[in-house]
T-cell receptor, first 113, second 118 residues
Framework: KQEVTQIPAALSVPEGENLVLNCSFTDSAIYNLQWFRQDPGKGLTSLLLIQSSQREQTSGRLNASLDKSSGRSTLYIAASQPGDSATYLCAMMGQGGSEKLVFGKGMKLTVNP | AAGVIQSPRHLIKEKRETATLKCYPIPRHDTVYWYQQGPGQDPQFLISFYEKMQSDKGSIPDRFSAQQFSDYHSELNMSSLELGDSALYFC?????????????????FGPGTRLTVL
């Protein structure tokens, strides 16, 4: 059974810090991995998608990397801002025909002004 | 850009009632997914449809059914509602092919329907 883990569950930092959010998965037969942002009671906003053949993707202040051999993905947030406060979830799609996403439990980020 | 549309956004039902949730995928997307997110939980996959055919099934109770129609919109039907069915229900859509920038099968989520069962 595929499992996705995000540690820590919550993080509180001062504005301006560069952040590292971690995601680990048990099944190396990964098709792709998506990082999402969720504001309280809201939907999921796709931030970055990394295919299994890729090592990293970048969008603005965000950079996500993928290391299949170690079963890890990392989301870097540069120069954090209070508006980055949200819950960040990673989700993997495995190989083998199923297109369902298996989510981690998320990491709640608070960026203090 | 068009996004995934879900209706209604909020729904309050009594136990044992039925509910129907609707999802309108992004135009030209061929795959629709349903996920359930309980309070403080991560989203759990329920069911998916590719080109109007069920393509995968997850932890969906037998009391729930879903289908995708000829115009690609999807409906999740929930019967004999229980208190534990209270959750956010998300619909997502994707294109099973290559999007711009090499992004295959990226799933785009709707705003969700918040179902409260009393």
């Amino acid at each position: 059974k595929q499992e996705v883990t995000q540690i820590p569950a919550a993080l509180s930092v001062p504005e301006g810090e560069n952040l590292v959010l971690n995601c680990s998965f048990t099944d190396s037969a990964i098709y792709n991995l998506q990082w999402f942002r969720q504001d309280p009671g809201k939907g999921l906003t796709s931030l970055l998608l990394i295919q299994s053949s890729q090592r990293e993707q970048t969008s603005g202040r965000l950079n996500a990397s993928l290391d299949k051999s170690s079963g890890r993905s990392t989301l870097y947030i540069a120069a954090s801002q209070p508006g980055d406060s949200a819950t960040y979830l990673c989700a993997m799609m495995g190989q083998g025909g199923s297109e369902k996403l298996v989510f981690g439990k998320g990491m709640k980020l608070t960026v203090n002004p | 850009a068009a996004g995934v549309i879900q209706s209604p956004r909020h729904l309050i039902k009594e136990k044992r009632e039925t509910a129907t949730l609707k999802c309108y995928p992004i135009p030209r997307h061929d795959t629709v997914y349903w996920y359930q997110q309980g309070p403080g939980q991560d989203p759990q996959f329920l069911i998916s449809f590719y080109e109007k055919m069920q393509s995968d099934k997850g932890s969906i109770p037998d009391r729930f059914s879903a289908q995708q129609f000829s115009d690609y919109h999807s409906e999740l039907n929930m019967s004999s509602l229980e208190l534990g069915d209270s959750a956010l229900y998300f619909c997502a859509s994707s294109l099973s092919g290559l999007l711009a920038g090499g992004r295959w099968n990226e799933q785009f989520f709707g705003p969700g329907t918040r179902l409260t069962v009393l």
